[in-house]
């Protein structure tokens, strides 16, 4: 079920991912070079920023999901979790790239002078998939130490000590400065 939901994840990150990127494009000129502005250029690397931010949300929430349903498996939890935000990293990256179209070489070969042919939608530093599972395991590492221990024992409720009424002593003291009992027979 869990890797069900990792797949679904990995899908709906790959539109919002293919969404949320504008793609810079580059001009084919007369000659049939193609061009790029300095701006657009540094536009190229935006797809990698946004593939990590979703990889921080997405992975957030399916090691959160994990903590609550499997943190009785103590460190195993932890690893269900990253191969999770793995698994939806992974689809995240490969349909997001089948979701931009036909591959940009093919595009850039078929276009005619004055043409706008924006790049492919990549994950161009491959690197960028391992925030998806440390953002995965990030909930189970603060969960597990910031949390309760489910295996300390309870805390004893103090039980208040019953206070006994004792009757107070009297002393009785003769002419002469000798105590003695009192008169109910209570030594001293």
């Known amino acids: 079920m869990f890797f069900v939901a990792a797949l679904v994840v990995g899908i709906a990150a790959a539109v919002l991912w293919r969404l949320i990127v504008q793609l810079p494009s580059y001009q084919v000129q007369s000659d049939g070079s193609a061009t790029i502005t300095e701006r657009a250029l540094t536009e190229v690397f935006s797809s990698d920023a946004w593939y990590v931010v979703l990889g921080v949300v997405f992975g957030a929430a399916l090691g959160t999901a994990t903590w609550r349903r499997f943190k009785h498996l103590g460190w195993l939890s932890a690893l269900l979790a990253a191969g999770l935000g793995l698994v939806a990293g992974l689809v995240c990256w490969q349909l997001g790239q089948l979701l931009s179209g036909a591959p940009f070489d093919e595009r850039l070969a078929t276009a005619k002078p004055g043409d706008s042919v924006p790049i ?39 039980r208040r000590k019953q206070v006994v009424e004792v009757p107070e002593q009297q ?16 030594i001293p």
Do not use: Y
């Open 171 to 186: 002393e009785v003291v003769d002419d002469l400065g000798i105590v003695r009992p009192d008169e109910a027979g209570i």
């Open 120 to 158: 492919g939608l990549a994950l161009r530093s491959p690197s960028a998939l391992a925030f998806w599972a440390f953002a995965a395991v990030t909930p189970i590492l603060l969960g597990s130490a910031l949390g309760p221990d489910d295996e300390a024992t309870p805390r004893r409720t103090r």
